[in-house]
C-alpha cells in the first residue's frame, strides 16, 4: 500500500513499521526510540537478533547523542559521502538501545541520500531499517519488491525505483583504522581518495558484521556461480554475450555500465523465482573491480 509523508510519519511517531525509500535499496524502518518498533522488525524479516541495524539519521550533527567518541577520519568520510552509500560503525553511545546493535559496544550510522526519507527522518527522528526483504532474500529495488515479501497492504513511502540498486558500503572502524565491513555502492577506490589507503577486508575468518555471515541475497532457484555451464540452460548474464544452446538469459545488462548492473542485479535475482526457474547459470567472467566487485560478492553468495 502507497503511503504519503505524513502517514509515514504517522506510523513512525506511533512505533509502527514501514518501507522506505533510500538510493540503495528499500529498508524496513522503525522509530530509534520505540523498542516495540524495532522489535516488530525483527519479526517480520525473521531476522537473528544478533543481527544488528543501521541507524538512519538526516544530518551529521544527529551522530552527536548515538556516538561515544569518533574515530580519526570521520567527519572527512561522512561530509564527503553523506547523504549517501556509505555507512560507519563507530564506538556508539549508551543511548543506542542494545537490540539496535545487537549488543555490541558499535552503532552503525549513515545519512540515506534520498531526500524524502530524510524528511521523514526530520519530522519523526532517526530511523533504524535494515533491507526491506525477508531474511536472506535478494534486497528490494523498488515498492513491488516491497510488496513481494510482505504483502499488497504493507505500508510503502513510494520513492519509486533506488538509484543505485545495491547497499551501502560498511567501513568499521577497528585497532586504529577503517576496515571494510561489507563492499557496496561506494568503491574502496573513492574511500582511498578520502582515508589516503584502501580499507583492508579483515583477515580473521570472522566476520566484521555479523549479517555478513547469514545466508544473503538469494532466490530459492539454484545459482550456480561460474563454472562449466553443462545441461543448464537458463543463464544469468550480460548484454552483448553469446550463450550458445541457452534456453533463456536474463541480462544483468551491458558491463559497459556497472551502475545499470548494479540497478538490475536484485530485480534479475527475483524475476529467476518469479519465472520459476529452479537452476541458473551465473556468468562470473567480468572484471573485479570498483561496483563489479561488489556484484561478484553479492552474486557468490546469492549462489551459496
Ligand atoms: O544500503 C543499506 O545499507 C540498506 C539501506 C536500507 O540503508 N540497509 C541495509 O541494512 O543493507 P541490512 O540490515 O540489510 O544490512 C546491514 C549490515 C548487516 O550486515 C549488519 O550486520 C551490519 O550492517 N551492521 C549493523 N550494525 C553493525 C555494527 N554495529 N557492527 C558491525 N556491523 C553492523
Ligand atoms: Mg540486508
Known amino acids: 500500500m502507497r503511503i504519503h509523508l505524513k502517514q509515514s510519519v504517522e506510523i513512525i511517531l506511533k512505533g509502527g513499521v514501514l518501507a522506505i525509500p533510500t538510493e540503495t535499496v528499500y529498508g524496513l524502518a522503525a522509530s530509534l526510540s520505540s523498542e516495540n518498533g524495532i522489535k516488530k522488525i525483527f519479526q517480520l524479516k ?5 543481527n544488528p541495524l543501521i541507524v538512519h539519521i538526516s544530518q551529521i550533527d544527529e551522530t552527536e547523542p548515538l556516538v561515544e567518541k569518533k574515530p580519526p577520519f570521520f567527519e572527512e568520510l561522512a561530509s564527503r559521502f553523506w547523504p549517501g552509500p556509505l555507512t560507519l560503525v563507530v564506538p556508539a553511545s549508551d543511548t543506542v538501545p542494545t537490540i539496535v546493535r545487537a549488543h555490541l559496544p558499535s552503532v552503525a550510522l549513515r545519512i540515506p541520500g534520498n531526500p524524502l526519507t530524510r524528511k521523514l527522518i526530520r519530522q519523526a527522528g532517526p530511523l533504524v531499517a535494515p533491507s526491506a ?11 513491488e519488491h516491497v510488496e513481494e515479501d510482505f504483502g499488497s497492504d504493507f505500508p510503502i513511502l513510494d520513492g519509486g525505483a533506488c538509484a ?12 586504529g583504522e577503517w576496515t571494510l565491513g561489507r563492499l557496496g555502492a561506494i568503491t574502496c577506490e573513492q574511500i582511498a581518495g578520502v582515508l589516503g589507503y584502501l580499507p583492508k577486508a579483515s583477515s580473521s575468518q570472522k566476520a566484521l558484521c555479523p549479517g555478513q555471515k547469514f545466508r544473503h541475497y538469494s532466490p530459492k532457484a539454484r545459482l550456480k556461480f561460474g563454472g562449466e555451464r553443462r545441461e543448464c540452460d ?18 544483468l545488462g551491458s558491463l559497459k555500465h556497472p551502475e545499470v548492473i548494479t540497478q538490475n542485479l536484485y530485480k534479475s535475482l527475483r524475476e529467476v523465482d518469479l519465472k520459476g526457474f529452479e537452476e541458473v547459470w551465473v556468468d562470473s567472467d567480468f572484471p573485479r ?12 553468495k546469492a549462489s551459496n
Open 289 to 300: 573491480s570498483g561496483l563489479l566487485e561488489a556484484v561478484a560478492e553479492r552474486l557468490k
Open 164 to 175: 543505485f540498486g545495491l547497499e551501502s558500503t560498511i567501513l568499521i572502524f577497528r585497532n
Open 46 to 50: 525473521n531476522r537473528p537478533l544478533e
Open 234 to 251: 537458463i543463464v544469468l548474464g550480460f548484454d552483448g554475450r553469446d550463450y550458445p544452446g541457452a534456453s533463456h538469459v536474463i541480462s
Open 133 to 143: 526483504n525477508l531474511s536472506g532474500r535478494p534486497s528490494s529495488t523498488c515498492p
